[in-house]
């Protein structure tokens, strides 16, 4: 694998590229007319397709390692879609619309939809109890979401459910970028210096606790840091499914299943996921609109049913 | 007593319900406050209608002729809907149940009113509204490029009634992939006059939030507010909007 890894180096650089200048078509007017639509529209989609989609993988991957289990996501747990409850509830009910405030609000809604799926399914549950406990709060935050949206004081927000159950990154400002971003970079930076602990964690609690790990401790840092920075890119971008999941299971590839080292991978393809998903949208025809959700599960669909039929082989076998 | 008093209050005895935003401002500016039995809830709200305060003076149905028929109206306005089975069991309740066609032209809205007006049995409370658009279309301005912008980048058909009370005021419509500018368009390609809907600015929205992004924000020196509320129907109060709309532009 390692062989073809500096053949996939220029893969990053390509994308960032192609998500600034495409389509051409906007970009070939006047110069600061280009330079305007590069740094007003392309950069704070490109920065937060790249730091929203390094957020899902990173955060994937934590989870993933908490409940040592491959299934376990932003989208499964019903974090994202508790997050975006939480924006929408208070964004539109308790006044708090500024793009940090609505960062907040997501934050504790994610840290809520994942208390309670430890609440439902334990702390290391398997794989079934985890999709469905997981499949349940997303169920019922994504109708809860819909229905705060319908009863929301603007007649208009209920016709935006789907951007914040499916995701988007069109007409983001640099501010929102920012909003979404600085906070979900903390947040991110002290989950990933806690990847050593989480491989430690893989061994089992009563082994990462005489190695100096205090797991429930460990278990409410990666609650908390994941809460806020998923939370913080939601309340900016909405929802987006299945990056959390297929990250994480290509990066643990990659570091021969260490759960912890694949945290920062997991960031990085999460990250490239997230930017190609959104060049895909761009391929609508005019006037129309892919929603960003929509490619990603086209996407991750596959790769989630090849994970669970590999956990139902080794299940069986 | 004379006999245009006894008409006078013959037509002040007609009980009248409007189950439609639009044709309770029809109802609310040509009718009498005593005939008006009920008007939709969207006239009670001050985000939907400048004439909030009259409507609230008179009681609120959900749209339904159910909600109003209770209220014995003899005349039931409303706006679109298929005709047939509503009138026919408005029919029933002893009620006539007018279904006023949508309107194209600021033309149309008029004649609207001349209806609705001589329904009300007061055709002349329709004739100021008529001289006000003789008075606009005589003064007609220079057309220059000009796009109304809603939250999220709503804009118009250059076909539709909007687009018209548009041309009234001085600005041409341009036509838009979907009847929405994109954020690259109005970089691109800004028209020479942004009109700008004012309609639930004050509620969060992500349509809101795309009306503060920088790109939108830059555009101010181009950029009319107007009053959103009117727009929604496109009727009568639109004849003072375009007015405003034409002082506005003179100002800058």
Known sequence: ?317 | MPASALAQAADAALRVASLNLCTDELLLLLGQPQQIVSVSHLSHSPYETALWRVARGHRVNDGKLESAIALRPQLILTMGGAGGARQTLARRFGARLIELPYPNTPAEVVAQALQVAALLGRPSAALPYRRQLAQLEATRPQLEEGAFLGGGGLSLSPQALGASWLALAGFRQPALPNGRFSLETLAAKPPKWLIRSDYRAQQTSRGTAWLKHPLVTRLAPRTLTTDGRAWTCGGLPMLAEVARLRARRSAR
Request: proline content about 7%; charged content about 10%; some cysteine.
């Open chain 1, 1 to 317: 694998m390692k062989r073809f890894v500096p053949l996939l180096l220029p893969l990053p650089v390509a994308l960032c590229a192609a998500a600034l200048l495409l389509p051409l078509a906007p970009l070939e007017g006047p110069p600061d007319l280009a330079r305007l639509i590069l740094l007003e529209l392309r950069l704070p989609r490109l920065l937060l397709g790249l730091g929203y989609g390094a957020v899902l993988g990173l955060t994937g991957a934590a989870l993933q390692a908490l409940f040592a289990n491959p299934l376990a996501s932003p989208d499964i747990t019903g974090a994202s879609s508790g997050a975006a409850l939480g924006a929408v509830i208070g964004s539109t009910f308790l006044g708090l619309a500024s793009p940090l405030a609505m960062g907040a609000s997501g934050a504790t809604g994610a840290a809520l939809a994942l208390l309670l799926l430890f609440a439902v399914a334990g702390r290391r549950p398997d794989a079934a109890t985890l999709l469905l406990a997981g499949l349940a709060i997303s169920l019922a935050t994504g109708a809860l979401t819909s229905l705060a949206l319908a009863l929301a004081p603007s007649p208009f927000a209920f016709y935006e459910a789907f951007d914040w159950l499916m995701g988007s990154l069109v007409d983001r400002s640099l501010g929102q970028a920012a909003a979404a971003l600085v906070p979900a970079l903390f947040a991110s930076a002290l989950l990933a210096r806690r990847a050593a602990a989480l491989d430690r964690l893989a061994l089992g609690e009563d082994v990462a606790a005489s190695m100096g790990i205090k797991p429930e401790r460990l278990r409410q840092e990666v609650v908390l840091f994941s809460a806020i920075a998923v939370g913080a890119c939601v309340a900016v971008c909405g929802a987006v499914g299945f990056v959390g999941l297929i990250a994480p299971v290509i990066a643990r590839r990659l570091t021969r299943g260490h759960p912890g080292r694949a945290l920062l991978p997991a960031a990085l393809i999460g990250a490239l996921i997230l930017v190609a998903a959104d060049l895909l949208t761009r391929l609508a025809p005019l006037g129309r609109t892919i929603p960003l959700g929509v490619v990603t599960a086209s996407i991750g669909t596959p790769i989630f049913l090849w994970v669970l039929l590999g956990m139902r082989g080794r299940m069986t076998s």
